[in-house]
């Protein structure tokens, strides 16, 4: 079974402060995602890498930054967290070709005070 | 612009009943559709998918059907169960290299005992 696993299931943190989400695959898949969900606005994609030190812009990139220096692990950094990046962070992977479909992690609820 | 819209937010079902989720797409390039099932507090698991070169595919109690004409897809769950209960996404592919995935805003899915 795919694994993905994220650092952290729930994190306060006060406005301004650098924030690192980490996830990490097991399953030596290509691509990487990471995600905000928000009631009534779905899965919105922040930023995506489909290798190592690749990374591409996804819908709402302003405020984050991402690092892929391994394959198996892809972090989300908030350079300067604000109130409005509180939300539910999902990290997901995918083997890519003509697997589409992507296995996510359990996600990080994140509060900035 | 949303690609992929639920316009439904909720839905409520009764238990042996059926479950129909809808779900339209605008961009005529998606060739791969997928449903996800997300409890409270976890990520979303990968549930049944379709390709568009198929206009229909069955996987136990669930069923998803695509009209391609109409740029629309459905969920059947026959029969509802209690367990069910929770928020689907629907989500297409296709038109990046990476595998990208758009998803629709959710719907909320209860099935009432």
């Known amino acids: 079974d795919v694994k993905v696993t994220q650092s952290s299931r729930y994190l306060v943190k006060r406005t301004g402060e650098k924030v690192f989400l980490e996830c990490v695959q097991d399953m030596d898949h290509e691509n990487m995602f990471w995600y905000r969900q928000d009631p009534g606005l779905g899965l919105r994609l922040i930023y995506f890498s489909y290798d190592v030190k690749m990374k591409e812009k996804g819908d709402i990139p302003e405020g984050y930054s991402v690092s892929r220096e391994k394959k198996e692990r892809f972090s989300l950094i908030l350079e300067s967290a604000s109130t409005n990046q509180t939300s539910m962070y999902l990290c997901a992977s995918s083997l890519g070709g003509e697997e589409v479909w992507q296995y996510f992690g359990p996600g990080t609820r994140l509060l900035v005070l | 612009d949303q690609q992929v819209k639920q316009n439904s937010p909720s839905l409520s079902v009764q238990e042996g009943r059926i479950s129909i989720l809808n779900c339209d797409y605008t961009?005529?390039?998606?060739?791969?559709f997928l449903w996800y099932k997300k409890y409270p507090a976890e990520g979303p698991t990968f549930l049944i998918s379709?390709?568009?070169?198929?206009d229909k595919n069955e996987d136990g109690r669930f069923t998803v059907f695509l009209n391609k004409s109409a740029k629309h897809l459905s969920l059947h769950i026959v029969p509802s169960q209690p367990g069910d209960s929770a928020v689907y996404f629907c989500?297409?592919?296709?038109?990046?290299?990476?595998?990208?995935?758009?998803f629709g805003t959710g719907t909320r899915l209860t099935v009432i005992p």
């Open positions: 989500a297409a592919s296709g038109i990046t290299g990476a595998n990208n995935l758009f």
């Open positions: 379709i390709s568009s070169i198929k």
């Open positions: 961009n005529s390039m998606f060739d791969y």
